[in-house]
Every structure is written in structure tokens, then in C-alpha cells.
């Protein structure tokens, strides 16, 4: 236990993160400011000053999922850097070992993230093409899919980081701003524009959701 003396008191660093820990909890499950205090001892004032302290973004609840992609780990830290709420993020060797389980297990963890994913509010979505026009039709959700390639895509694709740090900065601005729809279907619309020019390179690489 570490503890601090603070002029004529013992702090137990311990016991202060398992009291922020419960609040958070009971914030995320939907207690309001004065009902976690109460739980916690403290004043609500605390828990708000607690809230503004650790506050990293507002705005909508983004979810990021792409696969296959060869720089899985660079677009997991871009989105780690934008707080984004969920992120699901695969190369091939990845998809191959989640695949490789059995059958039915296998149909559970599809069926829990399209259960997840039901609770956000925006989904940027890197997949094949039908995999795209499927999860539209599955969660009918305000989904922006850019299309790594055709259906079955059973091969890495490099995502172009910058281009997705692009969309991810418009979906996770403040509310105040313009809509985030609006503004990813800018970037998305620029990427599409790039992407024609690359297409004897790379040909349909970039689709822009009908959500």
C-alpha cells in the first residue's frame, strides 16, 4: 500500500483510486453526479471537478473496425489518440487465428459485436465491399465504410493512416461544429477523388457509405 502523510493525515493511494474507480463506474451505468457521491462519500462537486479533470473529448460514440490491414497497430493508436469509444482493428494473420476457433464459437463473438457495435453512434468501417453493404444492412446505423478492396479479400491491405485520421478527427468533433456526417462525407469525398486518381494502382480502394 502506498501511502502519503499529508500534515496530519495518511493517504492510502489505494483506497483514492478504488473511490474514483467506483464513481466512474457508476457514472458509466448511468447514475447521475449526486447519486455517485452518495456512494462515494464525498461531495458532488467532486465527482464533477473528477469528471472535468479526466475529460478527454465529447461528442458522439465513435466505434473504428477494420480488417484486413497490414498497419493494424498504427490505426489502433490513431484511434487510442482520439479517444475513440471502440476499436476493432485486425491484420489477416489476426482474422485467420479469431477464425481458425470453432464454428459456433465463432457465431457467438459475431453476434456479440454487431450487439456492441448497435450502441454507437457512428462506425467507421474498413472492410471488402460487401462486408460493407452488409453491416449497413445488419445495423442500419450511421456507418462510413471505406472499401479496402473487392469481396473476399483474404490478403493484408495497407489503410491509409492519414486518410482515416482525417474521417476519425470529423467523427469525434464537438456537436457544436458541423455534423459529423457531413463532415466525413467531405473527407470521404476528397479520399474518393485521391483514390480515381490512384486507381490503376489501387482500384477501389476507397466507398463512400449511402448512411
Known sequence: MRLYR????????????????GIL?????????????SRAGVQRSFVSILESAGEVRRGPKVALVAFP?????????????????????FSQAERESIESGPAGELFNKVLEILATLKDYDVIVLMASDWR???VERILGRDVI????????????VEADATEVAAILDAVTAPAGERPRRERARDVLRAAAERAAERAAELPGRWERSSK
Open 145 to 156: 465504410g471505406i472499401a479496402l478492396g473487392a469481396s473476399p479479400l483474404r490478403a493484408d
Open 132 to 134: 460493407i453493404r452488409l
Open 6 to 21: 499529508i500534515g496530519d493525515k495518511v493517504v492510502s493511494r489505494e483506497k483514492l483510486l478504488e473511490v474514483v474507480d
Open 25 to 37: 463506474a457508476d457514472r458509466r451505468s448511468g447514475a447521475t453526479q449526486a447519486e455517485a457521491a
Open 69 to 89: 490491414v497490414s498497419n493494424a497497430d498504427e490505426l489502433r493508436a490513431l484511434a487510442e489518440a482520439r479517444a475513440v469509444d471502440f476499436t476493432l482493428v
